[in-house]
């Protein structure tokens, strides 16, 4: 949220003319196989990959630095994964933004920190909602990332269930974390539903 909505607002207020190229250059990396994207964050993270090559260039480093098989290589992929799927509900919300509401609120005095907090984030909850339902649900669940990226010792619950299952056949621990990810998903989807139903009373 912290990196998807700051670009969310950017293209859908303040881009203009090329808000369709940002959003196509958003999209553009998702037409490539997932696998194939994964792999070249390999290739750039790697030991002799492309951000040691150019750190070492640079003289900002005197050995290379040990990012495949890391945590945070894991969550860079996760990043760069579901941010897209972050940036569009956003945008939507934003982009059906009623701009004389905008307007009123300076009209009214309020300064543009007040007019967003008051005006433009709540009105954009909904999007926010759903990016949170699309990406923290199916992120839970991600198996290849940590996989590729973290070498398999980031354990998050995808790659948890899938090693309780064929690595320790431990089915039945196996099958209780399974029901507490159906669980959390399950109480996010209610959670998203009733805050989507309180915004749209608020808005009648």
Do not use: C
Not at 38 to 63: D, K, P, Y
Request: charged share 10%; proline share 6%; hydrophobic share 60%.
């Amino acid at each position: 949220m912290l990196v998807g909505y700051p670009i969310a607002y950017f293209i859908a207020v303040r881009a203009g003319r090329y808000a369709g190229l940002l959003l196509a250059l958003l999209l553009i990396p998702f037409w490539i196989d997932f696998i194939v994207r994964m792999s070249a964050w390999m290739v750039l993270l790697g030991r002799n990959g492309t951000i040691n090559s150019a750190l070492l260039g640079l003289g900002f480093i005197e050995q290379p630095i040990r990012m495949i098989g890391t945590y945070p290589a894991v969550l860079v992929g996760m990043l760069y994964a579901f941010l897209p799927t972050t940036v569009l509900p956003i945008h939507a919300a934003l982009n059906g933004l009623d701009k004389r509401l905008l307007e009123a609120a300076d009209d009214l005095g309020a300064t543009p920190l007040q007019s967003f907090w008051r005006v433009t984030f709540p009105l954009s909850l909904p999007g926010v909602m759903a990016a949170i339902l699309f990406v923290f649900v199916p992120a839970m669940g991600v198996y290849a990332i940590p996989v590729l990226l973290g070498g398999g010792k980031s354990i998050i619950l995808g790659n948890l269930i899938v090693q309780l299952f064929l690595d320790f056949r431990n089915m039945p621990l196996g099958a209780a974390v399974s029901v507490v990810l159906l669980a959390i998903s399950s109480v996010i989807i209610v959670g998203y539903m009733r805050v989507l139903r309180s915004v749209e009373e608020a808005r009648a």
